[in-house]
């Protein structure tokens, strides 16, 4: 019997290790919360008098005791674990099976090494809860197993229903699979889904869901050569590149309506320096740069510059902790005529792009612009913070380059960029990640 300790920052991740390493048919001895972690002792080849003699699940009696003492609790433990044993094996195996009784049989119900090491893991639960606690130390100690053994069912039991999805509906596995490679995200991808037709054959697998995807990300359809810029605020976190693009929609309203009808307005007064950059690219375009301090200023400058085609407004990038953000919301909304745009970096991970999305969602932002395009490794973060809140898309940038890197968004482009970034990478998902994602109960979109 070999037995291995093994160590992570959770559960999911050790058990992982101990599924890479040892297989399917290993048996958890042991789970322990340490400070930098999850720790695991598992074993192959399982032995359960070996693992007795060891010392592992069941206490040795104490020395001062007598020996007819030490049997008779032995016995009792014995007997609690082995119930414990052959309650948690039912359930996990009726858990596999998707509630269908016992009698009946089942080819995809989990192997019995498998029963095992959960019902050993639950033994040791059982055996530390049977013991009356004498100190909060004992009952914290009891949660904590606990709260191991409960993650440990949990991944045990994704897995079982990712396993079960890749057996029975293949293509739409392949299609998350996919998904996945994308970067889109795991309620997104569902939703998306969703709507796949039911008779789906191999070769629409491949293409159809890159369709559906295009489909639910909404665009504008605004363009500077075409239509009227109007009085339009950039907004968003610092570092998504605002100014820049505020230099590039400025320099395509020159181009189409003169440096006369175009202006600039500066609202940031934290950053050093953010008032001379939008000025500099004034000076370049031979337009007119305004500040405003608050509500009161803007209106005021607004009011002089009616008439205007574009007015531009750059405001300070603030994060969504941040104090200066109400601040800020209370200035822009002193205006009605003023469209506001978020402005999202494509290169940000995918967890930031949503909570910006969500900061600034009270100030209600009527589209958003998807910058860095050219500094991504994936794209699928970003679409999926669009179509999850259903903004709509009006510009997208991929470079420094004034005017020339911007363009019009569109949505089929975007998903056929998303397609050959996928390309450069040769890593997969594996399955530990997909199990994760999927094979848990699928989450409502915002």
Same mark, same amino acid.
């Given at each position: 019997?070999?037995?291995?300790?093994?160590?992570?920052?959770?559960?999911?991740?050790?058990?992982?290790?101990?599924?890479?390493?040892?297989?399917?048919?290993?048996?958890?001895?042991?789970?322990?919360?340490?400070?930098?972690?999850?720790?695991?002792?598992?074993? +192959?080849?399982?032995?359960?008098?070996?693992?007795?003699?060891?010392?592992?699940?069941?206490?040795?009696?104490?020395?001062?005791?007598?020996?007819?003492?030490?049997? =008779?609790?032995?016995?009792?433990? !014995? !007997?609690?674990?082995?119930?414990?044993?052959?309650?948690?094996?039912?359930?996990?195996?009726?858990?596999?099976?998707?509630?269908?009784?016992?009698?009946?049989?089942?080819?995809?119900?989990?192997?019995?090494?498998?029963?095992?090491?959960?019902?050993?893991?639950?033994?040791?639960?059982?055996?530390?809860? #049977?013991?009356?606690?004498?100190?909060?130390?004992? &009952?914290?100690? &009891?949660?904590?197993?606990?709260?191991?053994?409960?993650?440990?069912?949990?991944?045990?039991?994704?897995?079982?229903?990712?396993?079960?999805?890749?057996?029975?509906?293949?293509?739409?596995?392949?299609?998350?699979?996919?998904?996945?490679?994308?970067?889109?995200?795991?309620?997104?991808?569902? !939703?998306?889904?969703?709507?796949?037709?039911?008779?789906?054959?191999?070769?629409?697998? =491949?293409?159809?869901?890159?369709?559906?995807?295009?489909?639910?990300?909404?665009?504008?359809?605004?363009?500077?050569?075409?239509?009227?810029?109007? &009085?339009?605020?950039?907004?968003?976190?610092?570092?998504?590149?605002?100014?820049?693009?505020?230099? %590039?929609?400025?320099?395509?309203?020159?181009?189409?309506?003169?440096?006369?009808?175009?202006?600039?307005?500066?609202?940031?007064?934290?950053?050093?320096?953010?008032?001379?950059?939008?000025?500099?690219?004034?000076?370049?375009?031979?337009?007119? &740069?305004?500040?405003?301090?608050?509500?009161? *200023?803007?209106?005021?400058?607004?009011?002089?510059?009616?008439?205007?085609? #574009?007015?531009?407004?750059?405001?300070?990038?603030? @994060?969504?902790?941040?104090?200066?953000?109400?601040?800020?919301?209370?200035? +822009?909304? !002193?205006? *009605?005529?003023?469209?506001?745009?978020?402005?999202?970096?494509?290169?940000?991970?995918?967890?930031?792009?949503?909570? @910006?999305?969500?900061?600034?969602?009270?100030?209600?932002?009527?589209?958003?612009? +998807?910058? %860095?395009?050219?500094?991504?490794?994936?794209?699928?973060?970003?679409?999926?913070?669009?179509?999850?809140?259903?903004?709509? +898309?009006?510009?997208?940038?991929?470079?420094? =380059?004034?005017?020339?890197?911007?363009?019009?968004?569109?949505?089929? %482009?975007?998903?056929?960029?998303?397609?050959?970034?996928? %390309?450069?990478?040769?890593?997969?998902?594996?399955?530990?990640?997909?199990?994760?994602?999927?094979?848990?109960?699928?989450?409502?979109?915002?």
């Amino acid at each position: 019997m070999k037995i291995k300790r093994f160590v992570a920052p959770d559960m999911r991740q050790a058990m992982r290790q101990v599924r890479d390493e040892q297989g399917p048919d290993a048996v958890i001895l042991s789970t322990r919360r340490l400070d930098d972690g999850i720790e695991i002792i598992a074993a +192959l080849d399982y032995d359960e008098a070996l693992v007795r003699e060891a010392g592992f699940g069941v206490d040795a009696p104490k020395r001062d005791e007598s020996p007819l003492r030490a049997l =008779r609790d032995d016995a009792e433990r !014995a !007997a609690r674990i082995d119930q414990a044993r052959a309650a948690t094996a039912a359930a996990v195996e009726r858990a596999a099976k998707g509630g269908a009784p016992a009698s009946q049989p089942n080819t995809n119900a989990p192997q019995r090494q498998s029963s095992a090491a959960l019902a050993a893991s639950v033994a040791d639960v059982v055996r530390a809860a #049977t013991v009356t606690p004498n100190n909060d130390a004992a &009952v914290n100690g &009891v949660r904590a197993e606990i709260n191991n053994l409960r993650e440990m069912l949990e991944v045990q039991l994704s897995t079982l229903a990712w396993n079960q999805m890749d057996r029975e509906q293949p293509l739409r596995a392949r299609v998350l699979r996919e998904m996945t490679r994308l970067g889109i995200d795991a309620d997104v991808a569902r !939703a998306l889904c969703a709507e796949l037709p039911p008779g789906m054959t191999p070769e629409q697998a =491949r293409y159809l869901p890159l369709g559906i995807l295009s489909r639910n990300i909404r665009t504008s359809g605004r363009n500077f050569d075409t239509v009227g810029g109007g &009085v339009i605020a950039l907004v968003g976190t610092t570092g998504v590149g605002k100014t820049t693009t505020i230099a %590039k929609l400025a320099a395509r309203a020159v181009l189409r309506h003169g440096a006369s009808n175009v202006a600039l307005i500066s609202t940031d007064q934290y950053r050093i320096g953010a008032g001379a950059q939008l000025e500099h690219y004034g000076r370049l375009l031979g337009v007119r &740069v305004f500040n405003a301090q608050d509500a009161n *200023s803007l209106r005021n400058v607004l009011l002089q510059l009616r008439g205007r085609n #574009t007015v531009l407004v750059d405001t300070a990038g603030l @994060a969504g902790n941040d104090p200066k953000l109400q601040q800020q919301f209370e200035t +822009l909304r !002193a205006t *009605s005529d003023l469209r506001v745009c978020l402005v999202l970096a494509a290169n940000a991970q995918a967890q930031a792009i949503d909570n @910006a999305v969500r900061a600034y969602a009270p100030l209600a932002p009527q589209s958003a612009i +998807l910058t %860095k395009l050219d500094e991504a490794p994936l794209i699928g973060g970003a679409l999926s913070a669009l179509i999850r809140h259903g903004l709509p +898309l009006d510009y997208t940038t991929d470079g420094q =380059r004034v005017p020339e890197d911007i363009a019009s968004a569109d949505a089929r %482009k975007l998903v056929c960029l998303a397609a050959q970034l996928v %390309k450069q990478r040769s890593d997969e998902p594996d399955d530990a990640i997909l199990a994760d994602r999927f094979g848990g109960v699928a989450p409502a979109l915002a």
